[in-house]
């Protein structure tokens, strides 16, 4: 598409060529001088050019107030894949700054349209990316991995999309190479850009290979296979980069004779009550944690991000995977991420956490030197008006969820558990305890120590009392101290 399908009324004798690197800093900075000076669409002719300078923050440019909703959708839209979007960004500008403030409500207005289109195609491909790209394991200096993926956009979204992953995988050091541009995270600091690369330039298999078609295989359900939705969710194109995809023929060839065999099994068994499930997702886990080398915490986190054995990742943001050393002496699990942590990927970082830092420190324990997860991987809320309500799991998920948390303590060694609030109580040691009389109580159990004490999100919603604070604090001292006893023996 050209500069001139947008506009009926181009004069080319008067036009001013506008060069700017192609990204949204540079075209809002030179979009604000161009209205300053008064200079309508149809005689500014913009040219992106890679070889320009970006554009950096500059005060000597006024601030020009539009609606946020032109804002979000012109961020988007500026990642489009056509030369046109400039033009068209600067046209809907003119037009909302000149009589027509109110544009953004005229759904059938042609410009509206296409700005709207541009920002839902790009929207479209973040999603694919998010759900698609796959890093493999690359050896580097000093025995330390690198992550690469290969990715091929639609669009030009690899500076937008970046923030997500510099999220969702902040504890890896990162490169996602496409042929437009290639993102880079160190683990700390900021995510750095360079040119684009050839495919060649990336991994094309690595020892977690085995783990994703493991995986994928145990959670592929033929009872619901919906080959349709299925090539409209992960279109073929995306294919060649996923693991899993040579799976996918086969599983689809032997769906109707695995549904025979399930439905056979189900009726001789009373316990199969909440649909089919994977076979045996521990056994699968295990199988995997053996093949790969050992302090492979990173290969798990990577396979959990992809989980779908319950359905409590279609609505949550992220998987929430643990976090500490490996091994570590003492390890604390929780709930379930909450509104916070599913947005940040990290666990215990919101008002909770918070606390927990604070009573970890008075009862002399290092938050860096534990390991801290959740029993269930995924945030559940339900959604009252803008707000996400915390929702506690159900038996069904908790189990579902049950391997990870059981390869998580394989690989982390613990000899003290800290078990915050009922559900990682009970999912630990049975439902026999009870954290109101068992709290500050330490259990033995297989060669390993349990303690049980309150969620501190329960400090919060009673208001964080002073001395229910120092119970808290009391609770956690008692593991302090047994790691102090076991150190001394
Ligand atoms: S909650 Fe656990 S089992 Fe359910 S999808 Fe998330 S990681 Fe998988």
Redesign the pocket.
Known sequence: MTQRSLFDDTDTNALTAVRIHPDFSSWQQRARQLLMDEVPPQRVLWQPDNTQKRATASSSVTAIRVPKSFLTQASAASCYRSDDRWALLYQLLWRLTHGEKHLMQLAGDRHVIQLRNYAKAVSRDVHKMKAFVRFRAVDIADGDQRYIAWFEPDHYIVEYAAGFFQRRFANMCWSILTPDCCAHWEGSGEVWFSEGADKASAPADDAVEDTWRCYYRSIFNPARVKIQAMMAEMPQKYWKNLPESRLIPELIRDADKRVAIMASDAKSSERLHCGPRPAA?AQVLNEAIQQSESGSIQQLALA?HN???????QP?TQ?VFGEGPVPARIMLIGE?PGDNEDLAGKPFVGPAGELLNRALAAAGLRRQELYITNT???F?FRAKGRRRLHEP?QEE?IN??A??LAAEIEQVQPSIIICLGVTAAQAQLGTYVRVTRDRGKLFALQGRHYLVTVHPAYLLRRGESPQEFQRFVADLQVAAGQLNSLDIR
Not at 308 to 313: A, F, I, Q
């Open positions: 997702p959990a989980c779908r054995n319950c359905s409590l990742w949550a998987t379930q269930v991987k995924h559940k799991p998920e579902a969820c391997p990870w």
